[in-house]
């Protein structure tokens, strides 16, 4: 009989062969999976638009151009996104531990795909951990515009930005890799890569970041939306938290001291970076003009121009950031308690804040002020009707609106408002050293945000006596005369048809007061407007407006005619600084300079400053001239910055003239006021800077009632007090306190004493003719 297999043994054959079936197909699937994903990686650099090796070398990022000051401070940026690239070299070793630790603790083991990462989401769906890693992401920021809301699309897209990173891997360094996240991530806030971040979220550079505040930007790039600093402190708190953790975890940081440091606050210090904020807005915006005028005439090699906005340009610049800051501070101590003065007075005013106007000037100064405003020019744009455009300035609506304590969120009608913004005070500040034209302080406001007309350049008010040493200095070279000459301070008429006269010209002194003999030094000081008309039919209008001329100002506009002499041209901060700026230079007129030096992002310098000078006057008639204006501030109107006018900062707010400056160096300078205290100008001097400062309305019929208020003493002169008194505290600035600088073998007698001696020995008949008045 035939045996037959037992069925023990068929069943391990059947087993054996369903067994191999699994094994080839697990084998099949295997091997086709990685197929399928070489044919998708293939497909996907084959036929979509993948970046080619140029795109790669060459990411397009938005770099934002560097407003750098003298001492190497950045100042401001301009951009579409606010961000400044910085060198691996320039990221604490615990900044890059952080991301590390949170982000892609493997990142020194792989080559841009983690396959451990990848194979747990892929297992667990993504609940424990997402496989991204950190070249995966930067390819995402770099390569991918908008994730795509299909999930095919979105597919595509991940493996697109898995053979980026792989590509990344190989062209560059895990450093380089690392430190283009760093640069490319937004922290929102306007803050655009690890520079903006520290800067806006810190005050601090990079390299300045501890820890703790490494670990809560590190936490920002799980979803800055979401960890958003100035609107979910806690949460960023956990988020910091989390990071260290994962520090101590990786061995960053021990577990004593992740303790210690999950204790602390954040400790924001949170410093925008907005075109309207941080330091020397007024200037900045100047430099925005003064760059595009700059770009028209410099282009790129390849014939293209430069955008100021993405090109990364650093533009290294004179403006000192402390003395800045100074000056800024400066300007808001003063202005915003002599404005509460302003104020005060304004209560009874019923044409408030005009005065000496009727009620058809003030409708005509508010309807031009409509006509120019954002709101008319908006509504004219979307075709509105001049009607309904009127009406709209009579419709309240809600608004914010500047406040000296911080904006003030109110109701008002636009046209209500116009009258508000038209009631406060402005100013202009200007800074500059005479011997290189470096401008070291530029304000041109009160506040940028609100007020953006720029009171130093732009704007040009009628100047007052500050334009009086112009003719003594023009006397002085012409006539050779002394500070300590005499002339008689009684009144004087120039005739019609002399000078470019039409009719009789007979100015009054300010005072009213006349009689006797005064020296030149006294009359400066006293501002005496008889003794500067004299003076200037001696020398003629043509030779003071040719010495200003040669001093940087536009004279185009300026009347060759005898009234000059009290200050009757519109000239800016800007002419007024540099002309001065000559006197106290022995004579020489230095170009102003705001742009030392242009870098494209490479650092290839583009423009580098040569400073332009010219001789305009002899070092002794420049000399004289500073120790004429040295009396302004011994004995006249600028002699409060002599006295002890109060006793404390604090009486001073409540005076609004008085403060203890009480300076003892040499300073020479000149107040300026104008008809109806329109304008108050003070021009302040020392061997190594020169500073002009401006204070009035908006419009000539805002200003004080009375020339207590309204003179250049009072609304301008404290501000440069409060500014030279904290320049000389500060350590870190360097301006003289010595004496201005003497020619050798100077001819002119200074000493009145000696002066008078000499003349008695010599007798009247050596007086020289040009002196008979």
Not at 648 to 665: C, H, I, L
Request: charged residues 25%; contains cysteine; proline residues 4%.
């Amino acid at each position: 009989m035939a045996k037959t297999a037992p069925k023990s043994s068929s069943k391990k054959k059947d087993s054996k062969e369903g067994f191999s079936k699994y094994i080839k197909w697990f084998w099949i699937l295997f091997f086709g999976g990685i197929l399928s994903v070489a044919l998708l990686f293939l497909f996907t650099a084959w036929f979509s638009d993948l970046p080619d090796e140029t795109q790669m070398e060459n990411p397009e990022t938005n770099l934002a151009t560097e407003i750098i000051d003298s001492k190497g401070e950045t100042l401001g940026k301009f951009y579409k996104e606010n961000r400044t690239p910085v060198k691996y070299d320039s990221l604490p070793d615990h900044l890059v531990n952080a991301l590390i630790a949170v982000e892609d603790e493997r990142y020194y083991d792989h080559s841009g795909i983690d396959g451990r990462g990848t194979a747990r989401a892929i297992t667990y769906l993504g609940t424990k951990g997402g496989a991204s890693t950190i070249t995966q992401q930067l390819a995402k920021q770099f390569f991918t515009d908008q994730v795509s809301s299909s999930k095919f699309q979105r597919a595509l897209q991940k493996v697109k930005e898995w053979v980026i990173a792989v590509r990344l891997e190989r062209q560059y360094t895990k450093e380089e890799i690392i430190t283009m996240y760093f640069n490319k991530y937004d922290f929102l806030n306007q803050a655009i890569g690890i520079r903006s971040a520290s800067r806006i979220y810190f005050s601090k550079e990079p390299m300045e970041l501890n820890t703790v505040e490494s670990a809560m930007l590190a936490g920002m790039f799980k979803n800055s939306s979401l960890y958003n600093p100035l609107k979910r402190p806690e949460l960023v708190k956990q988020r910091r938290n989390v990071v260290l953790a994962q520090m101590a975890k990786n061995g960053f940081i021990t577990e004593e001291v992740k303790n210690e440091l999950q204790a602390e606050d954040l400790n924001i210090e949170y410093s925008p970076e907005g075109h309207d904020e941080g330091v020397a807005t007024y200037f900045r915006a100047y430099l925005q003009e003064f760059l595009k005028e700059w770009i028209k005439e410099n282009k790129k090699t390849d014939g293209s121009t430069y955008n100021i906005y993405r090109d990364g340009l650093k533009i290294y610049t004179s403006i000192d950031s402390d003395m800045q800051r100074h000056a800024e501070d400066a300007v808001k101590e003063h202005m915003s308690h002599i404005q509460k003065e302003f104020t005060k007075q304004n209560k009874k005013n019923k044409t408030a804040p005009f005065r000496d106007i009727d009620e058809d000037e003030t409708e005509d100064i508010i309807q031009r002020a409509m006509k120019v405003s954002d709101r008319w020019k908006k509504m004219t744009a979307e075709g509105k009707s001049e009607k309904d455009i009127r009406a709209s300035f009579k419709k309240k609506t809600d608004m914010r609106v500047f406040g000296w304590d911080g904006d003030i969120d109110t109701t008002m009608t636009p046209r209500d408002s116009i009258i508000y913004y038209k009631s406060f005070l402005r100013s202009g500040m200007m800074s500059m050293k005479p011997q290189t034209g470096e401008v070291k302080a530029w304000v041109g406001g009160i506040n940028y945000k609100h007020f953006k007309y720029d009171a130093v350049k732009k704007q040009k008010r009628q100047i007052g006596s500050t334009f009086k040493p112009f003719v003594y200095a023009t006397a002085i070279d012409q006539l050779h005369l002394s500070p300590c000459d005499k002339v008689p301070n009684t009144q004087y008429t120039i005739e019609a048809g002399k000078h470019g006269n039409t009719k009789n010209w007979t100015p009054k002194n300010s005072d009213g007061s006349y009689g006797g003999l005064v020296t030149l030094k006294d009359a400066l000081a006293g501002s005496i407007n008889t003794v500067t008309a004299r003076l200037l039919d001696r020398v003629g209008p043509k030779p003071v407006i040719d010495l200003i001329d040669k001093l940087g100002v536009d004279t185009r506009k300026i009347p060759e005619v005898p009234s000059i002499a009290l200050g009757t041209p519109d000239l800016s901060i800007f002419e007024m600084v540099s002309a001065y700026s000559a006197f106290v230079n022995e004579g020489v007129y230095v170009k102003p300079v705001i742009v030392t030096r242009i870098e494209d992002k490479n650092g290839t310098v583009l423009y580098q400053h040569i400073p332009e000078t010219k001789d305009v006057l002899s070092k002794e008639a420049a000399y004289v001239t500073v120790n004429l204006m040295e009396g302004v501030t011994q004995a006249g109107s600028g002699r409060r910055l002599r006295g002890t006018w109060a006793t404390s900062r604090q009486d001073y707010k409540n005076a609004v003239t008085g403060y203890p400056y009480d300076f003892k160096n040499p300073i020479a300078g000149k107040t300026g006021t104008t008809q109806n205290n329109s304008d108050g100008w003070f021009m302040g001097m020392v061997p190594d800077l020169v500073t002009g400062v401006w204070v009035g309305g908006e419009d000539r019929a805002t200003h004080f009632s009375s020339t207590r208020y309204g003179q250049g003493a009072t609304m301008a002169l404290p501000i440069w007090g409060i500014y030279m008194k904290d320049l000389y505290a500060d350590e870190n600035i360097e301006v003289s306190d010595g004496n201005f600088p003497k020619p050798e073998n100077i001819s002119t007698i200074l000493d009145c004493e000696e002066f008078e001696e000499n003349n008695t020995n010599n007798g009247d008949e050596d007086v020289p003719e040009e002196l008979d008045f």
